[in-house]
Every structure is written in structure tokens, then in C-alpha cells.
């Protein structure tokens, strides 16, 4: 799980949700700090389209230091890598096929499409309904941090119907409050991985470059492999995120998508197979019995005799 950045608006996640029938998307912009989101409604997820959307949220709350998305098509053009270099932004793409790496935002858009499914089973307007969800989510303690996005960000509680003054006591000052922001942080990440790591069955990364692997492939029907059958070579490791390549391609995968191939394990089991006694044309070759089990009559049938 990845450390609290160094303080607020530093580095966002992004995402986006939909379409809805409205043709409608959801922009989500994340501060990876404070957890403060902020949502903007688009036709499109082109680069044309987003960068505007983008340039509003940097004017009103400033340019952070990295901006983490996924590997979608508005992110892969020259036009917002030309964006991103004249802002001094480091635009930094999620390990694909690994949706984790983005969970803070990922969790969010759950939570955000169960208010526009409740909205509209109530016939209420979904746009209006996001904003009131907004307004109580930001001013909400968090329950990672245990201080509101809203407060974590601007160092104050915002005014909402709710009673913020029972769920978000003040604690007595900007520079306090942040200090128990990263031990509640720490704390409550070490726990989550703990619960994970056991989960999962969790093991130490054993990838280094130049090691002959298998990645996973996605099954297609009851026959296919859980593994692509020709082996690749790790090229890069950056943390849990592998780079891996053969003549065909390149991949970069989480780590948990390979399996090391152990060519010593392999040459023992082709020895194991090459013992194995095998049957020719000119001669004949007894394969080892299996023990059988010694026959007795019935204890009464004894008795009778």
C-alpha cells in the first residue's frame, strides 16, 4: 500500500464513470492526501475534452506534483503528454490490468454510483443528488485518516445541515491535525495489509531481471491454461510492477500475474519422466506392481467352519 503523499494537493488519481443514459461521464479527481474529491460532468473522454475540465480544477486548487491515471486513450496521446510537460506536471499510468494500484478512487466510484442508482429508483435529479453527496462526503471524517477531506485540505470544517461539530471535533490546530492524520493513516494501512497479505497468501517479490517467466492468461474455456505457454524474460522491476518481454511482445504486469519458471525443477522432472519404463517393439519391460491387498474370509464364515 502506497505511503501518504508529503501533505495536500500533491498528487491526484484520476478516473472516469459511465457513460449513463444520459450519455453523460463522470470525471473524478482525487487528492491521494486529504481524500478530497472533486466531480465534473463530460460528453467525452477524449483529450480534448478533458484537458479544459482539468485546467478549471488546476486554476481553482493549483498544480500538483503527479497526477495518477490509468492507461485509458486520453492519456496515451501526444496531446496530453504535451499538456503534462507544460504544466511541470509527472504524469504517472497505473500497472495495467491492476486496478489496485488505483483504489482510493476506484473505492470512491462505487460509492458514487450507489447515490445515482438510489436517485434514480427515487426519480430524483442523479446531477443534483451527486452534489448533496458531495457537501456530507467532504465534510465527513475519514475513516482511514479520521479527519474530513474537507478540513484536511483547507485546515477548516465546511458548513453542511449535517452536525460537524459532533462528528469532527477540533483537535487543536492545522499542524496537529495532519500529525494524526498520518499515524491514523499508517495505522489503519498496516492493519488492511496484514488482512490482505493473509488473505491472499501473500509472498515476497522472487522476479529479477533476466529471470524466465509465465504470465497469466485470461481463460477463454475449459481447456485453456492458466499460464500463456511461451516464456517471457523480466526486463524491468520497479517495485511490484514488472516489465516483461520475448520476441513477439512486451507486458508490464503486477508481479502477482507471473510465475517464475525454475529451469533446475525442470530438468529434474524430464529425469523423473526419462526413468519412467517404457515399453519397445524388441523388448518387453515390467512396470513395478501395485501392492496388493492380503484376502480373508468373513470372521462369521470362519466361526461356521
Given at each position: 500500500m502506497s505511503p501518504l503523499p508529503s501533505?495536500?494537493?500533491?498528487?491526484?488519481?484520476?478516473?472516469?464513470?459511465?457513460?449513463?443514459?444520459?450519455?453523460?461521464?463522470?470525471?473524478?479527481?482525487?487528492d491521494e492526501y486529504s481524500r478530497y474529491p472533486i466531480v465534473d460532468f463530460l460528453k467525452s473522454t477524449s483529450a480534448k475534452a478533458v484537458i479544459p475540465k482539468l485546467d478549471k480544477i488546476f486554476a481553482e486548487f493549483g498544480i500538483p506534483k503527479v497526477l495518477k491515471t490509468d492507461n485509458g486513450p486520453p492519456f496515451n496521446g501526444t496531446e496530453f503528454r504535451q499538456y503534462s510537460e507544460y504544466l511541470g506536471l509527472s504524469h504517472r499510468k497505473i500497472t495495467p490490468l491492476w486496478p489496485k494500484a488505483n483504489a482510493e478512487s476506484e473505492r470512491f466510484m462505487r460509492t458514487i454510483e450507489k447515490t445515482i442508482k438510489a436517485a434514480n429508483v427515487e426519480n430524483k435529479s442523479w446531477k443534483q443528488e451527486i452534489f448533496t453527496f458531495l457537501r456530507n462526503y467532504r465534510a465527513t471524517p475519514h475513516c482511514t485518516t479520521k479527519v474530513s477531506p474537507f478540513e484536511a485540505l483547507?485546515?477548516?470544517k465546511i458548513r453542511t445541515k449535517m452536525d460537524v461539530d459532533v462528528l469532527n471535533e477540533n483537535k487543536g490546530g492545522k499542524y496537529e491535525i495532519h500529525t494524526e492524520m498520518k499515524e491514523n493513516d499508517?495505522?489503519?494501512k498496516s492493519k488492511?495489509?496484514?488482512?490482505?497479505?493473509?488473505?491472499?497468501?501473500?509472498?515476497?517479490?522472487?522476479l529479477e531481471v533476466g529471470d524466465n517467466v509465465l504470465v497469466k492468461q485470461p481463460k477463454s474455456n475449459k481447456l485453456s491454461t492458466p499460464y500463456e505457454p511461451k516464456p517471457l524474460e523480466i526486463l524491468k522491476t520497479k517495485g511490484t510492477m514488472v516489465t516483461a518481454g520475448n520476441d513477439e511482445k512486451t507486458i508490464t504486469r503486477n508481479a502477482s500475474h507471473f510465475k517464475?519458471?525454475?529451469?533446475?525443477?525442470?530438468?529434474?522432472?524430464?529425469?523423473?519422466?526419462?526413468?519412467?519404463?517404457?515399453?519397445?517393439?524388441?523388448?518387453?519391460?515390467?512396470?513395478?506392481?501395485?501392492?496388493?491387498?492380503?484376502?480373508?474370509?468373513?470372521?462369521?464364515?470362519?466361526?461356521?467352519m
Open positions: 501533505g495536500p494537493w500533491t498528487e491526484l488519481s484520476m478516473d472516469f464513470c459511465g457513460p449513463f443514459p444520459s450519455g453523460d461521464y463522470l470525471m473524478v479527481v482525487m483547507f485546515g477548516r499508517i495505522k489503519a488492511m495489509k496484514q488482512h490482505a497479505d493473509h488473505y491472499s497468501s501473500a509472498k515476497e517479490i522472487d517464475k519458471l525454475d529451469d533446475k525443477a525442470d530438468q529434474d522432472q524430464e529425469l523423473e519422466v526419462d526413468e519412467i519404463p517404457v515399453k519397445t517393439d524388441n523388448s518387453t519391460c515390467e512396470l513395478p506392481s501395485r501392492p496388493k491387498r492380503e484376502i480373508r474370509a468373513p470372521k462369521t464364515l470362519i466361526e461356521e
